[in-house]
Nanobody
C-alpha cells in the first residue's frame, strides 16, 4: 500500500551529524504513525523514534532523546530523522516504517518497511 525509501546514511565521526530521510509514496493517507528503527549486527531491531501522522506528536527511545529529532516534511512527503552527537553505538542499518493501526514503539505494530540505510559512526 505504501512504498518507503530511506536515504542519507553514510560514514561520520563520533560527535558528528547525519540527516536521514524516508520518502513515502503510494497510499500514505492510511498512515497512523511513521517510525524509525535500527538494527546492528547480532542485535534485535530496536525502536529509535516515531511520529503520529495526525497531530505530529513524537516519542523517542531513551538513547535518542536530546540527540535525535523526527519530523514530517509535508511539502516533500518525507519523514526526516536528524541525528546529532552521534556515537559509535549508533552504528546500524536504519529503517523507516509505517503503521496503519497505532502509534507504537514496537516493530511488530508497523506494517510496511523501507530497505534500510547504513549509518556507520567511527571513533
Amino acid at each position: 500500500q505504501v512504498q518507503l525509501v530511506e536515504s542519507g546514511g553514510g560514514l561520520v565521526q563520533a560527535g558528528g551529524s547525519l540527516r536521514l530521510s524516508c520518502a513515502a509514496s503510494g497510499r500514505t493517507f492510511s498512515t497512523k504513525a511513521m517510525g524509525w528503527f535500527r538494527q546492528a549486527p547480532g542485535k534485535e531491531r530496536e525502536f529509535v523514534a516515531t511520529i503520529a501522522w495526525s497531530g505530529g506528536g513524537t516519542y523517542y527511545a531513551d538513547s535518542s532523546k536530546g540527540r535525535f529529532t523526527i519530523f514530517r516534511d509535508t511539502a516533500k512527503n518525507t519523514v526526516p530523522l536528524q541525528m546529532n552527537i552521534l556515537k559509535p553505538e549508533d552504528t546500524a542499518v536504519y529503517y523507516c516504517a509505517q503503521s496503519t493501526r497505532v502509534l507504537s514503539t514496537s516493530p511488530r505494530d508497523f506494517d510496511y518497511w523501507g530497505q534500510g540505510t547504513q549509518v556507520t559512526v567511527s571513533s
